[in-house]
């Protein structure tokens, strides 16, 4: 080749480098000039976030005795009127032992129930290994939780799956041997200790707890739709005798009172009654509640809510002054910047009954769209909004939008630029 020719091509193409490196430059930098973000998905819960207060149907069980206690119900157990909730031991030894007893028979009872399940063959492996699975699942939200006491008894659940699903499998044939050590243990534990002294009882039936704060009856159960503000505000905790042996909780039905602002207390008397509940750190998951009372005096800044709820358990029985939020309410939608959005007009076609076209046009709101290098308006319908985001509906039902049309997922939505309009072509 005549190196004036290679030379001439070579310059060429450098030179058309070149331009096209120039034109990218420009191009990016027009575009840079209307930064996106993209249309995606979102789910989000309109909540009011406070401090709360539980009030419940406590009733307190006092212990006359003056020897150790050994409880015979376990926390959150449901206990009937007149029953018995602890033996009175003379001493503290006397006191393990017996709950040591307690545990051993407990177990010598699974293992045999276990043995006589495994001769029916009632129990599939399939079945067993799901329940292996559940357990696991279960106990692992009681560590996450952080309750302790539930998650020992779930501990004890799984490991009797385990030890049925080894049954199941013939990998032992039986559990005789391990059930003569525990009675050897409970017969020598029964011989050596001391016999129980008395009984406690309750009076009440209801669920139990050892657990007692000084804000038992600290406001009147009875009277709480008469509660106001003030009362709230007025709670105070009272030093919690040593010859508290626990409570029982008599009624399924508890409230929680907070305090909220006045526009809070507004946007719940517009909702429905029934809202979620959360006691984060009472439980990871949030539970039905319903709106039983709102009290706002026109002077005061803040109002009284007050929450009912019938979910019951240990961490509910022991929870009292709790972070929590109430939501009014779950959205799912496009999650669009608040910055993006604009008064713009939209137009639409009909025909008449001569099928003669006619244009309508109308100012809504919306967005500006950019499609490859064009701008596109097109209208939104705002489910939930908060001062950053707005979360869009991707299906408006009918004659929700003008002209039918509205943003899409994925869509590249413009959230900065001046002198936008529909059908612009950005160059």
């Not at 006589?116 to 799901?130: F, K, R």
């Not at 007009?345 to 006619?358: E, M, R, W």
């Not at 707005?390 to 002198?419: M, Q, R």
């Amino acid at each position: 080749m005549d190196k004036l020719l290679f030379k001439r091509i070579l310059v060429f193409a450098l030179t058309a480098l070149a331009v096209i490196y120039v034109a990218y430059l420009l191009i990016s930098a027009n575009f840079d000039m209307y930064p996106t973000e993209n249309a995606v998905l979102a789910t989000v819960t309109d909540k009011i976030v406070s401090n709360g207060f539980i009030i419940r149907d406590e009733n307190v069980i006092n212990n006359s005795s003056s020897g150790v206690l050994s409880y015979s119900c376990s926390e959150g157990e449901q206990v009937q009127s007149g029953g018995e909730i602890a033996k009175v031991y003379s001493s503290e030894s006397d006191a393990v032992s017996q709950t040591t007893a307690a545990q051993l028979q407990k177990k010598i009872e699974s293992l045999k129930e276990l043995q006589q399940t495994s001769l029916t063959g009632s129990v599939g492996i399939d079945v067993i290994n799901n329940m292996i699975e559940d357990k696991i699942i279960t106990y692992l939200d009681d560590i996450n939780d952080s309750d302790i006491n539930l998650a020992k008894s779930d501990n004890d659940n799984l490991l009797n799956s385990i030890n049925q699903r080894m049954l199941c499998t013939g990998k032992i044939s039986n559990f005789n041997s391990e059930i003569s050590q525990l009675q050897s243990q409970l017969d020598s534990l029964t011989s050596s200790s001391g016999k129980s002294t008395g009984t406690i009882t309750t009076d009440k039936a209801g669920y139990f707890t050892e657990f007692c704060d000084g804000y038992e009856n600290a406001f009147d159960y009875s009277k709480v739709s008469d509660m106001t503000l003030a009362d709230l505000k007025d709670i105070k905790k009272l030093s919690v005798s040593d010859n508290t042996a626990g409570k029982v909780v008599s009624d399924i039905v508890w409230y929680v009172a907070c305090e909220v602002t006045s526009d809070e207390a507004a946007s719940l008397s517009t909702w429905d009654s029934q809202v979620s509940l959360l006691l984060s750190e009472a439980s990871s998951e949030s539970m039905p509640a319903q709106i039983y009372k709102i009290h706002h005096n026109a002077d005061d800044e803040n109002a009284l809510v007050v929450l009912k709820c019938d979910y019951m358990n240990e961490s509910i029985l022991e929870a009292r002054q709790e972070p929590v939020e109430i939501g009014m309410g779950t959205y799912t939608g496009l999650r669009i910047s608040r910055k993006a959005i604009h008064d713009d007009y939209v137009t639409k076609v009909t025909y008449d009954d001569n099928d003669q076209p006619h244009k309508e046009e109308k100012k809504v709101q919306g967005v500006y769209v950019l499609y490859g290098s064009e701008v596109q308006f097109k209208q939104i319908s705002i489910l939930h909004s908060d001062k950053d985001y707005v979360i869009c509906d991707t299906s408006p039902a009918d004659g929700i939008l003008f002209n039918g049309e509205t943003v899409s997922l994925y869509d590249k939505v413009i959230v900065k630029g001046d002198d936008l309009y529909d059908g612009k072509v950005i160059k």
